[in-house]
Structures are given as C-alpha cells and as structure tokens.
C-alpha cells in the first residue's frame, strides 16, 4: 500500500487563513454532463428526493441546464425573477447540462465517470438519516450498487454512471477511526 506524502502538519500549513474579502463566497453548484435529462431528472428526483430548483434552455449552445438540490416546495419561489435570485443564493446545488443530441445519438457512449483510468472526479455525496433504511428503499426501487455498504456509507450509480455516496453524519467519526485516520 502507498504512503502519503504529506503529514498533518504540511497540509495544514497549505491552508491559508481565507482573504476577508472571501468571506461571502459559497459554494454553489458542481457541475455533471448527462445523457438523458428525462433518466437524471426522474433518478434526482424521485430517488434521492431532490427538487427542480432552477432550469435554463439555451438553443444557441444547443443545451439544457437542470439545477437541482434538497429544497421544500413552498420555499421555491413561482414568480420566475424571485426564483432566480433565491437560486442565485443557494448553496450545494447540482447542475445538470444535456448537450442536444446526447440522449439520441445511437453512437453516444455517455460521459465519463471518473471510476476508470483515467481517474479524476470521484462521487457526489447525500447525507441520509439512516444508511439501511436508504439502502433498503434503493433495492426496492431497482438503484443499481457501485458499492453496497459493509461498515459505512454505500455507492449508487446515477443513469449516466456517477457514483453518490449515500453515507449518515452521525457514524463518520466511528468509520475514519476504524480505518486509522488521523483526525486533525
């Protein structure tokens, strides 16, 4: 097995105190390329339980942006320039961009996911109230498994093969320690 490079120490010293002009900077959105809109947007949303937050057709790129996140309903704005500036504001959203074309090209193998060489994006990850009965409801409704879980958070695969971390806040201390993390 490798052996990390860094210490704690080093990355520690790698992080800098952040800027005060940083200090309203969020993290809005990561973004996926999808295939098929109507497979990702039925997966986000009646799997995972997400929401519709904002959406964008752009005809002269030739696609489709879908924002989505975990939103209660009567949060979301109806009127369409509230809505903008209320998304505008979120944080931890996921876009979706559908390229035209992508979910009807018979040549259209799909994007990649980052689970083969050459590796680089990794997973998404939902935090659930309890991984078993998360991991039960996915069997049922026929979610395929990159990993199912065996002492800690389990793996799903999205229709175009992105793996979610479908993992519960309150076991992930228990978990890093089992595996000899250090905790810093």
Known sequence: M???SLNIDEVQSLCAEPDPSTKDYISH???LLIKDPRKTLDFYSRILGMRMLYEAHVPALSCS???MGFAKAEDI???KAKKLEWWSMLS???EFRY???TDTDKSFKGYHNGQSDPRGF???AVRVPNIDDAVKRFELLGVEFAEKPKQGPAYIKDPDGYWIEICSGGNAVKILSEYGSQLS
């Open 2 to 4: 490798a052996k990390s």
């Open 29 to 31: 959105h990561t973004m």
């Open 65 to 67: 942006t879908f924002y």
């Open 77 to 79: 704005p109806k009127d």
């Open 92 to 94: 931890g959203c996921i």
């Open 99 to 101: 390229k035209y074309g």
């Open 122 to 124: 990794g997973h998404i």
